[in-house]
């Protein structure tokens, strides 16, 4: 019976990935502290709703202030960043405990937002926006 009694490695390293951003993410048992890019969350992030985004996954599965994250992320802004390190926990977690997965699952955290900015069109003005047609 394989799963039950399992030893858990720590640290758990996920990659979380949202728009262009890619979020590599470490955790370990600890009291909560969010290392983003070697810079608290507060710091790297100033927005609220961003640092909500991102502790969205701990505060579902009600694992707030047991782990300690380090988070690389590169590429894309602000918003795509932070949604990149939420999948990353979110898969995070799950590693850790595998029946954390339909709860989060059932948020949405697991799945990979693959929405992208569509390309610019030849012969047009952006990818859907058309030159102004003239009769004359």
Do not use: C
């Not at 502790?55 to 894309?76: A, C, H, I, S, Y």
């Not at 954390?100 to 990818?127: H, I, M, N, W």
């Amino acid at each position: 019976m394989e799963g039950a009694g399992k030893q858990i490695r720590f640290p758990i390293h996920t990659v979380g990935k949202r728009k262009t951003s890619v979020a590599r993410v470490w955790m370990k048992p600890g009291n909560g502290n969010i290392l983003v890019n070697r810079k608290p969350l507060d710091e790297y992030f100033g927005r609220e709703t961003l640092k909500m985004v991102i502790k969205q996954p701990l505060e579902l599965t009600e694992m707030t202030g047991r782990f300690d994250f380090l988070v690389n992320v590169r590429g894309g802004g602000s918003s795509g960043q932070a949604g990149a390190i939420k999948h990353g926990i979110s898969k995070a977690l799950q590693t850790m405990d595998p029946i954390l997965r339909p709860q989060l699952k059932k948020a949405g955290f697991l799945t990979r937002d693959s929405r992208v900015k569509e390309r610019k069109k030849y012969g047009q003005k952006g990818a859907r926006a058309r030159y102004q047609y003239s009769k004359r």
